[in-house]
């Protein structure tokens, strides 16, 4: 019997991290709480994905994905930044921090 390479285990996380996102996307309303589960959904990308960029062990690991997913991270830190000032000035505006669409008993009809 064999036992999980690191690979093989990086991919599982990543892809347990992105199955979490998706729940927390996807059962919250808090616009917040949705980046931050948004931002786990990409974690897990960043991990799968240098999980699939490694090689054998006298090789070592692949440099491309391993720039790409650096490249990714950045991106992925403006982006967060942006959207949490947006959230943060749509709350001082509107009064809260969900959609009307997603606020219960309300079917987001003026």
């Not at 720039?67 to 990714?72: P, S, V, W, Y």
Request: glycine share 14%; charged share 15%.
């Amino acid at each position: 019997m064999t036992g999980l390479d690191t690979a093989t285990l990086f991919a599982w996380c990543g892809a347990g991290l992105i199955g979490i996102g998706l729940y927390g996307f996807l059962a919250n309303r808090h616009m917040l709480r949705r980046l931050v589960a948004f931002n786990v959904v990409g974690s897990g990308i960043f991990l799968v994905f240098g999980a699939s960029g490694a090689r054998r062990a006298d090789l070592g690991p692949d440099p491309v994905p391993q720039a790409l997913i650096i490249t990714g991270i950045v991106v992925a830190l403006a982006t967060t930044a942006l959207l949490v000032a947006l959230v943060i000035r749509y709350a001082d505006l509107a009064g809260r921090a969900t959609l009307p669409e997603d606020e219960p008993g309300d079917d987001g009809k003026e």
